[in-house]
């Protein structure tokens, strides 16, 4: 298997999903939960955890999915990884995967809701046997690595996959490891607003309740996770908005919403539930949410715009040349366009020797532009937004990302090829030779977190 398949196999989001379930219809009350498994409680260390920690990559690798532990922010690596984890209840040691030279579990995820999952492998291949579980803060095992895919905890529950071969059995467990919902859905997702998306093996989603019981019965196409007690579901070709007892509020005549879309090199220590960026097999995305009560929709005319919870047009755009836009993030939403020049150039030259960069803006929620420049984006995150422009100085003439605030000011000045969101007041980064305040890394293109000064917080191994 090649690389991009791992990323995929690795991730997922997001994203930002699994699920199966019931028959085509409501599924009866209560009917698929389960009885609490028994287990012995886990012994943990006398270790006080550390609240705020962070993914830390291997020493010197180059990989985005090759960590060997956790740090906090300061840089020191607070669970080391490399000797692997033993589970103190079963007196059982896992020891992490080979990789190249370095040793490392290649998938391991922030810690949400105090746990953070992680894979081992019961074979030399990488690719197959895959058994996940969850450790705590202190890096003690508090779910053995029993399932073939997980995804994190979101308000209790986190869905986990029990399949063998080509089938899925998704259910869901608590924080102690016991089972709360039986396994036995093709795809599941995480719990928003008390409801979880689920998929049953006739192919057709719903949701179902904290008990396992159908709260919204199983008849669509597909569906987006609820967000402020919305959902917008397709049933057919059609698409509508409905509430958590699936009353349609809002048909929308004429209009397509689209799965979400995770960029998964970016969201290295990705902390939003809703972005789906965790250890989960492969799987049909579902329907983007709703974001600061918008949701994006392409029109009949193949237009682009987006609506409010009402249904109706908050902001269209018409431009010819609309080449992304973002869900809204934090009051914001980002696009960016391409121009005729450029469109002409690549018929002409071909789009490999066209320069990326583009007109870019950010609009507010009556889609009125704040500001616009040359270059790429990205949404806001934590008051802070990534932005990519040209930057030509004594030092300097090339494309290179930087930071900016809601006022749409330079916060952190542009010194990288490539940023992530910022996440608990970190954002990962792959530093540019010869940027100013990295002088100590010009030899090669340093890669880890810094604050929201643009300082540098850098894992040191033991």
Not at 92 to 109: E, I
Not at 429 to 443: H, I, L, M, N, T
């Amino acid at each position: 298997m090649n690389r991009s398949k791992l990323i995929l196999l690795t991730i997922l989001t997001a994203v930002s999903f699994a699920m199966n379930g019931c028959s085509g219809g409501a599924a009866s009350s209560g009917g698929n939960s389960a009885k609490k498994d028994a287990k012995p409680a886990p012994k943990l260390s006398e270790k006080k955890p550390v609240e705020e920690i962070y993914l830390a990559r291997a020493n010197g690798s180059k990989h985005q999915f090759e960590y060997s532990g956790y740090m906090d922010k300061s840089g020191k690596i607070v669970i080391d990884l490399r000797k692997g984890l033993k589970d103190e209840s079963e007196n059982k040691q896992y020891t992490p995967t080979n990789y190249g030279t370095n040793k490392t579990f290649l998938q391991l995820t922030s810690f949400v809701e105090g746990l953070a999952g992680f894979c081992m492998h019961d074979s030399s291949d990488i690719y197959k046997d895959n058994r996940c579980g969850f450790i705590d803060k202190t890096g003690n095992i508090v779910v053995a690595p029993s399932y073939n895919y997980i995804l994190p905890f979101s308000e209790g529950l986190a869905a986990v996959d029990l399949s063998t071969g080509n089938s899925h059995s998704w259910g869901f467990i608590d924080a102690t490891g016991a089972s709360v919902i039986k396994g036995e859905y093709e795809q599941a997702g995480n719990f928003h607003d008390g409801l979880a998306i689920v998929q049953n093996k006739d192919g057709k989603f719903g949701y179902i309740d904290k008990t396992g019981k159908a709260a919204v019965e199983f008849k669509y196409e597909n569906v987006s996770d609820f967000s402020g007690g919305l959902a917008i579901v397709q049933d057919g070709k059609n698409f509508s908005i409905i509430d958590k007892t699936g009353k349609e509020i809002k048909k929308l005549e004429g209009a397509t919403v689209y799965p979400g879309k995770v960029t998964y090199g970016y969201n290295l220590d990705a902390r939003d539930k809703n972005r789906y960026d965790w250890i989960m097999a492969g799987h049909e995305r579902f329907l983007t949410p709703f974001r600061d009560g918008l949701v994006q929709i392409e029109r009949a005319d193949k237009s682009t715009a987006y609506i409010g919870t009402d249904g109706e047009v908050r902001i269209s755009l018409n431009a010819p040349f609309l080449e992304f836009s973002g869900q809204s993030s934090e009051g914001f939403v980002a696009v960016r366009y391409t121009n005729a020049e450029i469109e002409s150039l690549k018929s002409k030259v071909g789009a490999d020797r066209v320069s990326e960069m583009r007109d870019c803006s950010f609009l507010d929620a009556d889609g009125k532009s704040k500001t616009t420049f040359y270059g790429d984006i990205a949404p806001f995150s934590e008051g802070f937004a990534g932005v990519l422009k040209h930057v030509k100085d004594a030092n300097t003439d090339d494309d290179r990302w930087s930071f900016i605030n809601t006022s749409f000011e330079t916060a952190i000045p542009p010194a990288f090829v490539k940023v992530s969101a910022f996440e608990g007041g970190l954002a990962w980064v792959r530093v540019a030779p010869d940027s100013s305040g990295f002088e100590g890394f010009k030899e090669t293109e340093w890669e880890g977190y810094i604050d929201t000064s643009g300082k540098p917080v850098i894992p040191q191994w033991q």
